[in-house]
């Protein structure tokens, strides 16, 4: 089982809409959630950053994390062409190394 | 400010040869992360790499190795190539061992045939 599961998709949206993306993780020593975007031929960015259980909204994004349930959601809301890209879930104990999910590609429809 | 520099972008090699990537670290960080990133799949940690010693290793096997050098910057080298190396390799800068956000170049493609 991996330490962080992530649907590859892809993830086909209108302009304009809700998106929802999700992970689960097994590592119950996780302490911090991320998302990073990977743009095609680029390398990740981080888009969110959280620590433990909770929500963080910045701008038209929302992280959500879900210990109980480890449980991990990334949502944007209104959509824009831009946003396609590679969404990547990460956690990590506050070690030195980042256990990253597939990813899920996103494209969004003009 | 200047991010993650890497070279080369793409390479090919064939099975059984060597190779070395190099990574600049964004100004003001001591430390280096490598990633590989499969087809398909996210990256994977290899090894960090903090004043100049290795602080940390994934399950990748010795053929996998690393340097860095005082200006912080960083090789990765492998050997005895093999099909399946074939992938995005990633280097992530930081400042200090915690990776809180890791700064990640945009990676050289490696093509083993």
């Known amino acids: 089982q991996k330490e962080v599961e992530q649907d590859p998709g892809p993830l086909s949206v209108p302009e304009g809409a809700i998106v929802s993306l999700n992970c689960t993780y097994s590592n119950s020593a996780f302490q911090y959630f991320m998302w990073y975007r990977q743009y095609s031929r680029k390398g990740p960015e981080l888009l969110m950053y959280t620590y433990s259980s909770g929500n963080k909204e910045d701008g038209r994004f929302t992280a959500q994390v879900d210990k109980s349930s480890k449980y991990i959601s990334l949502f944007i809301r209104d959509s824009q062409p831009s946003d396609s890209a590679t969404y990547l879930c990460?956690?990590?104990?506050?070690?030195?190394?980042?256990?990253f999910g597939a990813g899920t590609r996103l494209f969004v429809k003009a | 400010e200047t991010g993650v520099t890497q070279s080369p972008t793409h390479l090919i090699k064939t099975r059984g040869q060597q190779v070395t990537l190099r990574c600049s670290s964004q100004?003001?960080?001591?430390?280096v992360s490598w990633y590989q990133q499969a087809l398909g799949q996210g990256p994977q940690f290899i090894f960090q790499y903090y004043r100049e010693e290795e602080n940390g290793r994934g399950n990748f096997p010795p053929r996998f190795s690393g340097l860095q050098f005082p200006n912080y910057s960083s090789e990765l080298n492998v050997n005895a190539l093999e099909l399946d190396d074939s992938a995005l390799y990633l280097c992530a800068s930081t400042a200090g061992t915690w990776t809180g956000e890791l700064f990640f170049g945009e990676g050289s493609r490696l093509t083993v045939l």
């Open positions: 990460a956690s990590h104990t506050g070690g030195f190394k980042t256990i």
């Open positions: 100004s003001g960080h001591n430390t």
